[in-house]
């Protein structure tokens, strides 16, 4: 099956579900916590960022980047000493 195809498959399922009732769209506490024990159900030797500190930083700055806007832009330094 190509990419496409299974692209429009698998967004049909997210689909027939009405926003309003999407749990974790309602509780972000909910969707944090799935996060988490989807995190802790991967031995920590195999968490990409725990073996890949470069692959880390790099996701730091991405999400970095989307909360705070691309175009942002660092104060000049003070004169003063």
């Known amino acids: 099956m190509d990419e496409a195809k299974q692209r429009t498959i698998a967004s049909k399922g997210g689909q027939s579900v009405p926003a309003a009732k999407r749990s974790f769209a309602q509780d972000p506490a ?3 916590e799935a996060g988490r024990k989807g995190g ?3 031995q920590a030797a195999d968490r990409s960022f725990s073996r ?3 692959l880390a930083a790099q996701a730091g700055r991405k999400g970095g980047q989307a909360t705070h806007g691309r175009t942002q ?3 000049p330094p003070s004169d003063e000493t």
Do not use: C, E, G, W
């Open 40 to 42: 802790q159900a991967v």
């Open 52 to 54: 890949d500190r470069t």
């Open 73 to 75: 832009q660092k104060s």
């Open 30 to 32: 909910l969707a944090a």
